[in-house]
């Protein structure tokens, strides 16, 4: 088998284990009431299918997902909506959810299912916040650079759900919450900006954040945000059924049955996409000349592994999302070195908002843009990643995956 070939076969692997299919063999127990199922996230519908598969008893609710990414249900309405800038639909569906949750009553049971991409799904503003505000401070959030934990304190600040809110409104209902993390870390409160967990820090970290980032609101929002303080919550049961180290042990362990030597380096990368690129070819490079990794010699081919999030300031005006920009800037860090190959794609099948997952590289990536007279660097400082990668035909489909535990990477050095 080829790198490509295995690679992939290592990345089929953790896209697998990301999957919420088998991981609802604990479900609660029928309420006195209703079992009210309500949801968000790029995985939200395939989870409540999974939670009909495996719940005995009458289930009702309403989910939001991203659009092409619904899934047929027997009894939970799917609706989808636009990720990662908000519509209407995803507001009328936040405000159907909304009013669900305050129609729940105490002997009812409500299950919330929430993975990557609620945030931008849940968009049922504050009072005295405009829809319209939220989309723009939203779309220069996502332009800025600022990493996913910031742009999640922020999207809190402006939200009537999110931050602990929703599960405010379904008290005295009973609450359990099952997540798919796609947050470096794995912090509930940070994951779609837990609308069912309690938020930690002040409303107040948003201004700051705006602040830093240049991003302007008017006198009448920030005094929304200083006033609306974040609830105060009973503790409710949590299941996480997935998460990014879920998806990269299961990527080691499919490594090692090829005769690689898996090493997980961290499951939460952060950074700018294109330094992390170029930090990674050197890494592996350091590698290739040393023919060892710390203690581990270079005597089968390793094979580096991370999962996390980074992140793309733009300043072009290409198309492409943060792991072809990561590759991009990795394939042009390595040159061309002969016994490196490695791939980038976002777990749920789409790499920013193209229709690709993600990016392959290899020895013959720069071959193949000098044959087709494409300057990779030109490329990169467009942030026009996804095209170049179409000119090479080296971009990876793989569909939406309905699910999301954020980034997978995998780098192959051959000794």
Do not use: W
């Amino acid at each position: 088998m080829n790198n490509e070939k295995s690679l992939k076969l290592i990345m089929n692997a953790a896209l697998e284990a990301a999957s919420p299919k088998g991981k609802f063999k604990k479900t609660p127990t029928k309420p006195q009431g209703k079992l009210i199922v309500l949801g968000a996230g790029k995985a939200a519908a395939s989870m409540a299918q999974e939670f009909e598969n495996n719940y005995e008893g009458p289930v009702e609710g309403l989910v939001i997902t991203r659009y092409g990414h619904f899934t047929k249900t027997k009894f939970v309405e799917v609706i989808e909506a636009s990720h990662p800038e908000p519509d209407k639909n995803g507001l009328l569906a936040s405000k159907k959810i909304f009013d669900i949750a305050s129609n729940s009553t105490q002997s009812d049971h409500v299950v919330f299912l929430i993975s990557g991409g609620a945030s931008s799904l849940l968009t049922l503003p504050l009072s005295g916040v405009s829809f319209e505000d939220k989309q723009r401070i939203n779309k220069e959030l996502l332009i800025s650079g600022a990493p996913i934990d910031e742009m999640n304190i922020v999207r809190r600040s402006l939200s009537q759900l999110k931050g602990g809110r929703l599960a405010q409104t379904i008290f005295p209902a009973k609450l359990s919450t099952y997540m798919i993390s796609d947050i470096p870390g794995d912090d509930p409160a940070y994951i779609g900006s837990g609308p069912t967990i309690q938020a930690t820090g002040s409303n107040e970290d948003s201004i700051s954040i705006l602040d830093h980032y240049k991003i302007s609101i008017s006198d009448k929002i920030k005094k929304i945000i200083y006033k609306n303080t974040l609830p105060q919550l009973i503790k409710s049961p949590q299941y996480m059924i997935a998460n990014p180290i879920m998806a990269l042990k299961s990527a080691a362990n499919v490594a090692e049955k090829e005769g690689y030597i898996p090493i997980i380096l961290s499951d939460c990368l952060e950074g700018e996409a294109r330094v992390e690129g170029k930090k990674m070819a050197e890494l592996a490079i350091k590698i290739s000349n040393e023919k060892k990794y710390k203690n581990i010699s270079l005597s089968k081919p390793i094979l580096l592994l991370s999962g996390g999030e980074t992140t793309v300031k733009v300043i072009g005006n290409g198309k492409g999302g943060r792991n072809t920009e990561l590759m991009l800037s990795m394939a042009i860090n390595l040159k061309k070195a002969k016994n490196i190959s490695a791939l980038a794609v976002d777990t749920d099948g789409i790499d920013g908002i193209e229709d690709n997952a993600g990016a392959y590289i290899s020895q013959e990536t720069l071959n193949k843009a000098m044959f087709k007279k494409a300057n990779p660097q030109t490329y990169l400082d467009n942030n026009d990643s996804y095209s170049f990668f179409k000119k090479i035909n080296d971009l990876i489909f793989t569909s939406p995956t309905l699910t999301n535990v954020n980034d997978f990477r995998a780098v192959l050095i051959n000794p």
